[in-house]
């Protein structure tokens, strides 16, 4: 009997562990901050509509140059081609199952307009795009990755309470 129970308490602890440490809990409705998405400001109207694992992305609408506004849209390797060079580009690796990931993406989604004007954030489906995730280094979900005009990785940012880091970081990366 004794063998039995010490391999199940090993694996529930390991569990807690790691849920701990990658900033996601197994538990619906629960975060590490302890912080309900309702926390998040609410100036703005958000559709929460969750993301279906292997639901493909409505297409997000064509880019022909750079943008004036801000905009959050699905991430697509040719929209990303397209707006490469042409506006500050941020790539959000969010995963849909990820209570770190909800909070964030509400962030972004309620005050996108704060972003410096041109900006594009593209939300990359972090278990769907392993290649991507693979050429930025990405190990955990909940990672923002600011480009160049090359593609290249500027700077990068997780776990954000409000919009400000992120904001800044772009600010840095791109001059005005």
Not at 30 to 57: C, D, G, R
Not at 86 to 100: D, G, M, N
Not at 124 to 147: A, C, H, N, P, R
Not at 150 to 172: A, C, H, S, Y
Request: hydrophobic share 40%; net charge neutral.
């Amino acid at each position: 009997m004794k063998r039995t129970i010490f391999p199940a308490l090993f694996l529930v602890i390991a569990i807690a562990i790691f849920s701990t440490v990658s900033g996601c809990s197994l538990l619906p409705g629960t975060s590490p901050e302890k912080q309900p998405l309702s926390a998040v400001p609410q100036n703005t109207n958000i559709e929460k509509t969750p993301m279906v694992k292997n639901e493909p992305l409505s297409p997000p609408p064509a880019v022909s140059g750079a943008v004036s506004e801000a905009q959050y849209l699905p991430y697509s390797e040719s929209l990303a081609n397209t707006l490469i060079g042409k506006s500050p580009v941020a790539l959000f690796f969010h995963a849909s199952w990820c209570p770190t990931c909800r909070l964030e993406n509400e962030i972004i989604t309620a005050n996108i307009s704060d972003l410096p004007k041109g900006t594009v954030i593209l939300k990359v489906d972090y278990d769907q795009e392993t290649s991507l995730k693979q050429k930025y280094g990405i190990t955990m979900q909940s990672i923002v990755v600011v480009l160049d005009s090359t593609g290249k990785e500027v700077g990068r940012i997780g776990d954000f309470k409000t919009i400000t880091p992120l904001k800044n970081l772009i600010d840095t990366s791109f001059p005005q």
